[in-house]
């Protein structure tokens, strides 16, 4: 037979092969993270009918007369390039912008691991980061008994597993130790009158034992502001401030730049003594309770020339064998006295209650932020990515998958935005980077070739034909 046949015969199965790839690249032209593929051709083999000859006696040389028999498929190349970002807006749709694969597992010790481009993630019912195929996507958790450190950082645990942002994760509560008051009292805010007589001062201020709080009459003013502050186990406790101008201290009346703080402990009733005590006699002494503060001629807050006016107070609340005693320190430094309206609160204090996991966000480095129900955040999570020495050589499984071979090289392991690896763009997801314009070029110029085969395959028939037809 003609050897033109066969290689007619090894042309057409070469350009189907690669219209299978370019026919696999437009079907996956909408396919997350999918990378097209390139096939290339090459010559099978030659047959030498006539050796190539030296120079010699004068005669030149010659070159070597050889036939072709065909060719076969080179390579099917995979092309690493980045796709298009899609904007989805969906907080666990991850786009690598730069080198990497983010790695899965479907295997309980997480040592089975597949990688892939595709960052259309969800959370299974667990909380646990899936693929759409139900892969776990692996990162570094937190360390549950050293987080938050002693320094406040978040330590996360250095093996890799399976990243979970479950709504059960919990912060546990801290106890208020510090608070901040700020904000002005008002300069002309009614007042206990000047040179009132001690023995009088009731007629402006009462205790009221049905209710068990301090009431001011006769046109007195006062500021009240309550806080909450927390214990051990994020039990709340409220605390109500009054200020009332004028009354230094609770058996005489002050100048007018002097006020007096009473803080009551609206859990009990009961009121903090100055000197710090946790208990005070019921009825509670005026003059046991009512903590002086002064300010100078600038409306700043000063100690004073006897050095005995306030500019904090600790308060002391007792735990109740359940949560421990506990002790607060309220600095009233950053008051202020002007002729504006009164605004004293407590702007700044620590502690809160026991919460759990909110909401989350993904950064570009892959730390995961929880944000809690009591109002505080810290990363829970890292998630992980790898890269190759040679990508090409990775394997393609299924499912937007990829696996290690031999020519890919071992991989190399890193958080995003670091050693190489391409930082995270949350909320987007890269798409395929088939080129449809190339692909129907190519599809055209596969179609031509096969075609040419074909003919090689149909004249060499004929030539056959008239071969035969020699003998009648």
Do not use: C
Request: proline share 4%.
């Amino acid at each position: 037979m003609m050897r033109s046949m066969f290689s007619g015969v090894s042309g057409l199965r070469a350009h189907q092969l690669k219209m299978d790839v370019i026919g696999n690249n437009i079907a996956n032209v909408n396919t997350v993270g999918y990378k097209s593929q390139r096939a290339t051709f090459q010559e099978v083999f030659n047959q030498t009918i006539k050796g190539a000859g030296s120079p010699q006696a004068g005669r030149g040389g010659t070159n070597p007369q050889q036939i072709g028999l065909g060719i076969s498929l080179a390579s099917i190349d995979t092309f690493h390039i980045r796709g298009a970002v899609q904007r989805t807006d969906n907080n666990t749709d991850l786009a690598i912008n730069g080198d990497g694969f983010f790695i899965l597992s479907n295997s309980a010790d997480f040592l089975s691991r597949t990688y892939t481009r595709a960052g259309n993630f969800t959370l299974d019912e667990y909380g646990n980061l899936v693929a759409p195929n139900g892969y776990r996507v692996l990162g570094y958790m937190e360390d549950e008994e050293r987080n938050p450190a002693p320094d406040g950082s978040t330590v996360l645990k250095g093996v890799l597993e399976g990243i979970v942002i479950s709504k059960s994760k919990s912060y546990p509560a801290m106890a208020t130790n510090s608070a901040t008051m700020e904000g002005n009292l008002d300069k002309d805010l009614a007042r206990v009158p000047a040179g009132t007589d001690p023995n009088d001062i009731d007629n402006y201020i009462e205790y009221n034992n049905l209710t068990k709080t301090f009431e001011v009459k006769n046109g007195v003013k006062v500021r009240e502001t309550t806080t909450v502050f927390y214990d051990s186990l994020g039990g709340q406790h409220k605390v109500k401030f009054t200020f009332i101008r004028g009354l230094a201290s609770g058996t005489s009346v002050g100048a007018d730049n002097e006020w007096g703080v009473i803080i009551q402990n609206l859990d009990d009733m009961s009121y903090f003594a100055k000197d710090d005590s946790t208990s005070v006699s019921d009825p509670p002494q005026l003059s046991g309770i009512v903590i002086p503060i002064q300010f100078d001629e600038n409306g700043k807050i000063t100690t004073g020339s006897s050095n005995d006016k306030a500019t904090s107070v600790i308060l002391q609340i007792p735990g109740n064998g359940i949560f421990e005693d506990m002790e607060v320190k309220v600095d009233f430094s950053n008051l202020t006295q002007f002729a504006n309206e009164s605004t004293a609160s407590i702007t700044n204090k620590n502690g809160y209650p026991q919460g759990y996991l909110d909401t989350f966000s993904i950064g570009p480095t892959g730390e995961i932020y929880g944000i809690f129900t009591n109002g505080q955040s810290r990363v829970i999570g890292q998630i992980a990515l790898a890269t190759f020495k040679n990508p090409a050589g990775l394997e393609k499984t299924s499912e937007n998958m990829y696996q290690v071979t031999p020519n890919s090289g071992e991989p190399i392991i890193g958080l995003p935005g670091s050693s190489g690896l391409g930082a995270l763009n949350p909320g987007t997801l890269e798409m395929s980077n088939v080129d449809l314009s190339a692909e129907f070029t190519e599809m055209i110029t596969t179609q031509r070739g096969f075609q040419a085969n074909s003919r090689i395959i149909t004249t060499s028939d004929e030539m056959l034909q008239e071969l035969v037809n020699l003998k009648r």
